[in-house]
């Protein structure tokens, strides 16, 4: 009886064990960023839209009080990002290619718009380098 229960509980170790590694396994991105106006300071409640023209997938974040926002969990693939805040020209990051464990900063600086107005950044030289992070990323 007691090595049944041993054994048991044994079965029981391996299979938690077994499990926690695979709930740690990271398959998506983040972006995050800060916010300004000419002048430096932070932007309240901008609006960034990340959008996957390709899927249709969509998640929009607003600013914070310190103009930092961040938007979790994207899958891979290619974006275009858009920063807008009533105001402002809206800022637009195009081909922004997102790959499984990135974490991208995009800090922008929105200008003041004359009437309806965008800014289009075209994010085809996106390193490949973080710089907040020590992580080697493949090739």
Same mark, same amino acid.
């Given at each position: +009886?007691?090595? $049944? /229960?041993?054994? /048991?509980?044994?079965?029981?170790? #391996?299979?938690?064990?077994? /499990? #926690?590694?695979?709930?740690?396994?990271?398959? !998506?991105?983040?972006?995050?960023?800060?916010?300004? *106006?000419? =002048?430096?300071?932070?932007?309240?409640?901008?609006?960034?839209?990340?959008?996957?023209?390709? !899927?249709?997938?969509?998640? @929009?974040? !607003?600013?914070?009080?310190?103009?930092?926002? /961040?938007?979790?969990?994207?899958?891979?693939? $290619?974006? =275009?990002?858009?920063?807008? =805040? *009533?105001?402002?020209? !809206?800022?637009?990051? *195009?081909?922004?290619?997102?790959?499984?464990? *990135?974490?991208?900063?995009?800090?922008?600086?929105?200008?003041?718009? $004359?009437?309806?107005?965008?800014? $289009?950044?075209? +994010?085809?030289? #996106?390193?490949?380098? @973080?710089?907040?992070?020590?992580?080697?990323?493949?090739?």
């Amino acid at each position: +009886m007691r090595r $049944t /229960i041993v054994g /048991i509980f044994t079965y029981l170790a #391996l299979v938690l064990l077994s /499990i #926690l590694p695979a709930a740690a396994q990271v398959t !998506t991105a983040d972006v995050s960023g800060h916010v300004t *106006d000419p =002048k430096g300071l932070a932007i309240v409640g901008a609006k960034v839209t990340v959008l996957n023209t390709n !899927t249709g997938f969509q998640r @929009e974040v !607003t600013s914070n009080d310190s103009g930092d926002f /961040i938007a979790y969990q994207i899958p891979p693939g $290619t974006y =275009k990002i858009s920063i807008s =805040k *009533d105001g402002f020209a !809206t800022k637009v990051y *195009d081909n922004a290619q997102l790959a499984v464990g *990135d974490k991208r900063t995009l800090d922008a600086s929105l200008t003041l718009a $004359t009437s309806s107005q965008a800014v $289009t950044v075209q +994010m085809e030289v #996106l390193p490949l380098v @973080e710089t907040g992070s020590s992580e080697i990323q493949g090739s």
